[in-house]
């Protein structure tokens, strides 16, 4: 005869977040900012879904753009040395929030030196704010 085991439960993994119920969104610290400011770019996921979820918000995912018209201004990935995965969990109807402190400067895909500077003097510029295939809408920032 042998003994009876008890079968120990297994914990159920948490699943990936479902992308159609993953919100992004995209904000800036100021509306404005004078020629010695840095804007503060930051990137909210939430978590739409009635169940906790695990959402990937490493670098390796995510991407600070900021444009300006047609015209490509910055991206964090042109310069980024590597891209690593951090994996959250994230409760319903919760949020997980990166920041990003943007220098002012301007990149080229690869990383190719830039010596333009974005233009101050009152321009808009517009940042997206992207997760894997997901874009936010659009923060309209300004600087001065």
Do not use: H
């Not at 840095?38 to 670098?59: D, F, H, Q, R, Y």
């Not at 047609?70 to 951090?86: G, T, V, Y």
């Amino acid at each position: 005869a042998t003994p009876d085991s008890t079968p120990t439960p297994t914990p159920t993994p948490t699943p990936t977040c479902n992308q159609n119920l993953v919100t992004v969104s995209a904000s800036t610290d100021k509306a404005a900012y004078g020629p010695d400011e840095n804007p503060l770019l930051s990137l909210k996921v939430t978590n739409g879904g009635a169940m906790p979820c695990e959402v990937n918000i490493g670098t390796a995912q995510m991407e600070f753009v900021v444009t300006s018209g047609p015209d490509r201004i910055f991206s964090s990935k042109d310069c980024q040395a590597n891209s690593e995965d951090m994996v959250k969990t994230v409760a319903p109807g919760a949020s997980e929030t990166a920041n990003f402190p943007w220098a002012r400067n301007r990149t080229l895909e690869g990383c190719s030196p830039i010596a333009a500077k974005p233009g101050g003097g009152g321009a808009y510029y517009i940042f997206t704010a992207k997760l894997g295939s997901k874009a936010s809408p659009k923060a309209v920032f300004q600087l001065n």
